[in-house]
Each structure stands twice: as structure tokens, then as C-alpha cells.
């Protein structure tokens, strides 16, 4: 399976990275098969060079089967290749029913000095 991904570079806290085309068994910064842009969040939001993509190569590498990470699917989509769908939070991680309760007994206490 092809992945649209990105492969870091750059030194030690200062990150660069490379989108590129490639197996989804291959090493993250390892073997590739093409490489369609970069990103570079180093940069100001508003400047031109934070990210380049070839949005033709990627055009085509999409309608070959290629399937864009999250990341890089919110990156393309900035460019104007494909839309980004956002997911909903999972609601399992919410607070469950007794620790809501507590909660509100919490702020219940907390208004109820500030009421006098």
C-alpha cells in the first residue's frame, strides 16, 4: 500500500520535512519512491516557503491509489489537493458519569463562597 507521508530531516529541534511517496512497510526516513514537496513549520505561517508541494504529482499519486496520512491530508488540502475531513473527538475518553457528578459538586462549592 502507497502512503502519502512525511520523512523528517533537519537537526535537533529544528525539524524539516520532505512528502514523499512510499511503501507503507518502509522505515519512516528510510526508502521512498518519490518526492512530491516539503514543509518546513519552522518557517511563519504566512510565508510561501512553509510548504511547497507538487500538487500534479500528488493529484496523480492520489488517483493511483496513494493514501495521504492525517497530517499530510490536512497539508494537501491548505494546497489545494482533496478535502480534510475532521473526525469527531471519540466520546470514550470523556469523564464518566460519576466523575461529571463530582465535578459539578466541585463547582457548586466553589460558587457558593463567592455567592456571600
Known sequence: MLKIRLSRGGAKKRPYYRIVI???H???DGRFIER???YDPMQPK????RLTVDTEK???WMAKGAQPTDRVARL???AGVGEYKVYPTPSKSAPKAKAQERAKAAEAAAAAPAAE
Open 22 to 24: 512510499a511503501d507503507s
Open 26 to 28: 518502509s522505515p519512516r
Open 36 to 38: 512530491i514537496g516539503s
Open 46 to 49: 504566512d510565508s510561501d516557503r
Open 58 to 60: 500528488a493529484k496523480a
Open 76 to 78: 494537501l488540502s491548505t
